[in-house]
């Protein structure tokens, strides 16, 4: 059973920054995609940002230019750097790890808090 789980949560004021980090129990460069999505209580999770496992890289409107991703194969770990953060930039952060291929079996973390309040 492949495990996920995310880290780097926390309290920042607008304008700072933040990096949440995802490890699996798996080696990541065997999904083949790894993405953030984000919620907030009531909403449906939205998508923030994704790396394929060949180095493509999309993000959504809202966080692009502020947030960046990235993975370390050495750590095991695929990472979202955010800075010039915004009070809506505030949600659980949860990772998705796809293993198999386009049409193959996703997996979550449990998610972190982010939030961005002066």
């Known amino acids: 059973q492949v495990q996920i789980m995310e880290s780097g949560g926390g309290l920042a004021q607008p304008g700072g920054s933040l990096r949440l980090s995802c490890t699996s129990s798996?080696?990541?460069?065997?999904?083949?995609?790894m993405s953030w999505y984000r919620q907030t209580p009531g909403n449906r999770r939205d998508f923030v940002a994704t790396?394929?496992?060949?180095?493509?890289?999309g993000y959504d409107d809202s966080v692009r230019g502020r947030f960046t991703i990235s993975t370390d194969k050495a750590s095991n770990t695929m990472s979202l750097e955010m800075t010039n953060l915004k009070p809506e930039d505030t949600a659980v952060y949860y990772c998705?790890?796809?293993?198999?291929?386009?049409?193959?079996?996703?997996?979550w973390g449990p998610g972190t808090q982010v939030t961005v309040s002066s």
């Open positions: 998705k790890a796809l293993l198999g291929g386009a049409g193959g079996d996703d997996y």
């Open positions: 798996t080696r990541i460069d065997t999904f083949y995609y």
């Open positions: 790396i394929y496992g060949d180095g493509r890289i």
